[in-house]
């Protein structure tokens, strides 16, 4: 289920949300342990961009150049803001974003992003006017070359359906938090996989805590040597997706490396797939 994109991305993407000041000592950490992804967001109440740019600084200065590394940033709606909104909110949607981006070139210090998303629809259930005019400065940021992939967030199955029918330049990445119990998003999964677009998921962990406590999952990781936490991450691999993760610990760090060091039977695959409940 890899879409045809896929090669172009990392296989493992590191995530920054939640870090505060430790942000840039952790995107060193990451890099160093072996992440080449690295995804944040122009949004101050959760991310602090400024610091995973001031981590590039240094990684460049130790001889990782910028294109090495695959950064990901996102646009978010100014209701996902609190009172730090990094652009005008009486402007004009295109205008904000547009602002939006160009500080996130400049908090990362970089000229291109290789991938950028809208970080969530305006409306519900569907698509509403906010969105198409959002969606349309993106694709000018996709034509300009300084954004390299584009895509959409925390998005439904109806959504994206919509914007990929109707959009002049389709998505590109989609970034969903999966649940297990409803299917791990396997409509917006298998949506992606016949569309060609590239499928991220996050909080596979977090929001999967049953899964890492599930009889099967812990007989699998035994009878591999790896832990429950590298079984889900793998099975999200094999299942299509680009797994993020924000762990703190530089332990972790190196065991998700080792993700990609193995794999699962198709029987292992069916247990996961399904898995509703404990």
Known sequence: MIADNSEKFPSFIYGTA????ATAELVNTAVSSGFSGIDTANQPRHYQEHLVGEALLK????????????????FTPADGHDHRIPYDPSADLSTQVKQSFEGSLKNLRTDYLDSYLLHGPYSQPGLGNEDWEVWSAIEDLYKSGKA????????????????????RIKPMVVQNRC???????????????????????????TANSFVLQNPGVQKIARELGRSPEQVVFRFSMQAGMIPLTG???????????LVRDFKLDSNDLNLIENLTCI
């Open 247 to 257: 762990t703190r610990s530089e332990g972790h760090m190196k065991e998700d490396m």
């Open 179 to 205: 649940f297990a119990s409803r299917g791990w998003d396997r409509a917006v999964r298998v949506f992606c996989r016949d569309n060609h677009i590239v499928y991220e998921g996050f909080s596979l962990l």
């Open 18 to 21: 939640w870090k505060r000041d």
């Open 59 to 74: 990684l460049a200065s130790e001889g990782i150049d910028r294109e090495e590394l695959f950064i990901q940033s996102k």
């Open 148 to 167: 390299r992939f584009i895509g959409i967030s925390n998005v439904n199955i109806v959504q994206l359906q919509l914007l990929t029918k109707k959009a």
